[in-house]
């Protein structure tokens, strides 16, 4: 399977900024949709921004403006540049990606729907 692992959370004052990264690991890596999420305790995980194949992107409504994905191929990398942070913003955020991957020369390409194990953000007021 592809590995996810996020990075760069922290803690931040309100209109603050942070850039989130997302690592993939894995053999010859072919992403259709990759994203950022986020959850709160007791809260369903929520879409904040996706990009696709063609490099499309799209975002939850509260983050328009803020929060930019991104992601560089050559890499294997994905990130979220997240300015004028609010304290609302506050929560883990995990990084989803699907595609296909090369597994081995037995079973060869493979697909895969990952995680990362994500990363908490805390945006003081």
């Known amino acids: 399977q592809v590995q996810l692992v996020e990075s760069g959370g922290g803690l931040v004052q309100a209109g603050g900024s942070l850039k989130l990264s997302c690592a993939a690991s894995g053999r010859s890596i072919s992403t259709n949709y990759a994203g950022w999420y986020r959850q709160t305790p007791g809260k369903q995980r929520d879409l904040v921004a996706l990009?696709?194949?063609?490099?499309?992107?799209n975002y939850a409504e509260s983050v328009k403006g803020r929060f930019t994905i991104s992601r560089d191929r050559t890499k294997n990398m994905m990130y979220l540049q997240m300015n004028s942070l609010k304290p609302e913003d506050t929560a883990v955020y995990y990084c989803?990606?699907?595609?296909?991957?090369?597994?081995?020369?037995?079973?060869?390409?493979?697909?895969?729907?990952?995680w990362g194990q994500g990363t908490q953000v805390t945006v003081s007021s």
């Open positions: 990009i696709d194949s063609e490099g499309t992107t």
């Open positions: 989803h990606a699907e595609g296909t991957y090369y597994r081995d020369t037995h079973y060869g390409v493979k697909p895969f729907d990952s």
